[in-house]
């Protein structure tokens, strides 16, 4: 595997409060490079589950996409394999990588599955001895939600949750609205609210992720921040 996407770096994990600790990267729009493409990540976001000893991690891809592109045209791509990975102590440096992978209708998931100093840094190849579930990729019409292992998964099309005004922001970029700033939530109007993105859900019990390191804020003159993994994701293409 090539890795042919750049990279998020975040951080998230073990979240004490949902709304207060929620945490996500978008890059709807990318360059040339991976620009529409399969590889194309939109956005990452990492979250405490309904179930408070949970990890929710959720990747989505090859945004944004028309309703009819869904249902016509994108899908997951069997040659791209994509990746969460999770550094549970502080060193910025994978020690976990949860891996994906579509073959046919199912979306694979292996992993969690530990990473040594050697490996990291460098690309991982799938570890099909550490299989831990599967689930059927939804579509349109039909959802499905798979429960393997104690994880839980879910892979297909969903409303691109991530909120942008893009008209205004092209004013503030221009100066034309400086300096009033954004809009107001009732003037404000969603570029992405009628498009989709392909979207990959797993959310995994923290005791298979290991203690999390002390929250990288708390070095930074803020006080009394719940510990929290490093977490980012990638998407790799066979070569």
């Known amino acids: 595997m090539k890795n042919t996407t750049k990279i998020f770096g975040l951080l998230g994990g073990v979240l004490t409060c949902f709304v207060s600790w929620f945490l996500m990267s978008s890059d709807q729009i990318d360059g040339n490079f991976v620009a529409n493409t399969t590889v194309d990540i939109a956005d990452f976001y990492a979250f405490e589950g309904q179930n408070a000893d949970h990890t929710v991690f959720v990747v989505n891809l090859q945004g944004p996409l028309s309703i009819g592109a869904v249902s016509q045209e994108a899908e997951f791509d069997p040659e791209v394999l994509i990746e969460f990975n999770i550094d549970n102590t502080g060193d910025f440096k994978e020690d976990l990588v949860i891996q994906a992978i579509r073959r046919d209708s199912l979306m694979y998931f292996f992993g969690p599955v530990a990473i040594t ?22 579509t349109m019409d039909s959802v499905y939600i798979s429960e393997d292992n104690d994880l839980r998964l879910f892979a ?9 005004d893009q008209a205004r922001f092209n004013q503030i970029r221009e100066g034309i609205a400086a300096p009033e700033g954004f809009s107001s939530p009732a003037e404000a109007q969603d570029y992405f609210a009628q498009s989709n993105v392909l979207s990959v859900v797993i959310e995994v019990p923290n005791e298979l992720l290991g203690d999390a390191p002390p929250h990288i804020g708390n070095s930074n003159g803020l006080q009394d921040l719940p510990n929290a993994y490093n977490v980012w994701v990638s998407t790799k293409r066979k070569q």
Not at 120 to 138: C, D, F, M, R, W
Not at 156 to 164: A, E, N, Q, S
């Open 117 to 138: 100093q050697q490996e990291q840094g460098l690309s991982h190849q799938v570890q099909v001895a550490a299989l831990s579930g599967q689930v059927q990729i939804s």
């Open 156 to 164: 297909g099309p969903r409303r691109d949750p991530f909120f942008f």
